[in-house]
């Protein structure tokens, strides 16, 4: 398995604009997370997914912010729209029930200009 | 106050030296205690995990749990350079039948030879 799949790797946008990541997690995890990481803050978990149904957004900053699931195979972060305070390495993350490990991609890498 | 609480350094120590990495943390539900390594530009990737209290030794890497004082600690022997990277404390407890890890900041370790 090629792990979790991240796309794009880098993003550069203008404030206001809308801003999509995407996710692919490894196949059958069941478990999709969804963090931010930013040197003040550390990684902050944003919202969880189980089976594709989300669980808990409650990291989730503002309304702003939105994620679906699908599918088993894919999910979508989007900002809309975009401030330059989100700037940040977005990662997405994926694990089996029962399993305490989570497998990370490689981020994206987002800044709001 | 964090759950979890990291020191971020940076903490520069000179090649072969024992290096000591440390989180407290303060909801006692925690179960699973864990170590994860972060090179710069890459996503987290599962180091150790321990349960419950105790010590596990893999290589030249030792964890430790102290649940009555709520305090964690990650012993790296004869560092090297290339042990260069940031290091990640994560807990987590049952939730729903899963495990969702809460991540401390990060500490960043620099080993020069």
């Known amino acids: 398995d090629a792990g979790v799949i991240q796309s794009p790797r880098h993003e550069v946008t203008e404030m206001g604009q809308e801003v999509t990541l995407r996710c692919k997690p490894i196949?059958?995890?069941?478990?999709l997370f969804w963090y931010r990481q930013t040197m003040m803050r550390g990684l902050e978990l944003l919202i969880y997914f189980n089976n594709n149904v989300p669980i808990d957004d409650s990291g989730m900053p503002e309304d702003r912010f939105s994620a679906k699931m699908p599918n088993a195979s894919f999910s979508t972060l989007k900002i809309q729209p975009s401030e330059p305070r989100d700037s940040a390495v977005y990662f997405c993350?994926?694990?089996?029930?029962?399993?305490?490990?989570?497998?990370f991609g490689q981020g994206t890498r987002l800044t709001v200009v | 106050q964090k759950e979890v609480e990291q020191d971020p350094g940076p903490l520069s120590v000179p090649e072969g030296a024992i290096v000591s990495l440390n989180c407290t943390y303060s909801n006692s539900a925690f179960q699973y205690f864990m170590w994860y390594r972060q090179y710069s530009r890459k996503g987290p990737e599962l180091l150790m995990y321990?349960?419950?209290?105790g010590n596990k030794e893999d290589g030249r890497f030792t964890a430790q749990v102290d649940k009555s004082s709520k305090y964690i600690s990650l012993f790296i022997r004869d560092s090297q350079p290339s042990d260069s990277a940031t290091y990640l404390c994560a807990m987590s407890s049952p939730s729903g039948g899963s495990y969702i890890p809460t991540f401390g900041r990060g500490t960043s370790l620099i080993v020069h030879p």
């Open positions: 321990t349960y419950s209290s």
């Open positions: 196949s059958g995890h069941d478990y």
């Open positions: 993350a994926s694990s089996t029930n029962r399993n305490t490990e989570a497998f």
